[in-house]
């Protein structure tokens, strides 16, 4: 888990009065666990409900719980694991690898799970819990110094994210998962990005002054040469 110093200089992102923020250890942790349950377990099944209608896991004690927070709730989720600890796709996710892929581990690598938006009234309101979510993805690799992170997604949201312009690879081939939810891993690998791309999910958003600052130092490490 970053500490909490650091996580400070890159969150809370904040997009149309929309704020997203790390909630470990604050009051809307258990928010969070409740939305998530309505998400992965209620609606979605890919995990059994628990009487206390909390997803909590294993994985939560050593990950960073990102939030997207409107009007004092909780509408959009994120966790994020360093790769000094236990992955998903090494464990539950497993049988997604194709054969003979050996992920990476240690610095460098991460891995994003728990990933949601939550429905909203408007769709504009959806857009932008979207786009804070696709741009926690990479600041929160940005701020542990992560260039490779790991997911697993259904296959029409792979194709998604590759159209939007995010830098994927494929680990494995689609299979399905317990319940026959048709799944595919991937990796992010940021130095493949594109900086118009990254710029695009900046849009309009505000930070922290040590985030603005880094915001404009890597644009001009990928500012384009001229003759």
């Excluded at 996710?93 to 949601?116: N, Q």
């Excluded at 891993?185 to 695009?200: L, N, R, T, V």
Aim: glycine share 8%; net charge negative.
């Amino acid at each position: 888990m970053i500490g909490e110093n650091k996580m400070a200089h890159f969150f809370p992102l904040e997009l149309g009065g929309l704020l997203m923020e790390k909630v470990n250890a604050t009051s809307y942790e258990i928010d969070l666990l409740k939305f998530r349950h309505q998400v992965f377990r209620e609606q979605l099944r890919w995990v059994p409900i628990r009487p206390d209608g909390l997803d909590l896991d294993d994985y939560d004690a050593f990950s960073d719980n990102l939030a997207v927070i409107a009007q004092n709730q909780v509408v959009g989720s994120a966790r994020f694991t360093a790769g000094d600890q236990p992955f998903m796709i090494e464990r539950e996710f497993s049988r997604l690898l194709a054969p003979g892929e050996r992920i990476r581990k240690g610095e460098g690598c991460g891995e994003i799970t728990r990933f949601a938006v939550g429905k909203t009234i408007s769709g504009s309101e959806t857009r932008a819990i979207a786009r804070l979510l696709y741009l926690s993805l990479w600041e929160w690799s940005r701020a542990n110094e992560v260039r490779w992170l790991y997911f697993v997604v259904e296959p029409s949201f792979y194709r998604h994210l590759s159209r939007m312009g995010f830098p994927i690879l494929p680990v494995g081939v689609p299979q399905p998962l317990d319940g026959g939810v048709m799944s595919v891993a991937g990796c992010f690998d940021w130095e493949q990005a594109d900086p118009e791309f990254i710029k695009s999910l900046r849009r309009e958003v505000a930070a922290p002054r040590e985030c603005v600052r880094s915001w404009m130092e890597y644009d001009r490490a990928h500012a384009p040469a001229w003759a």
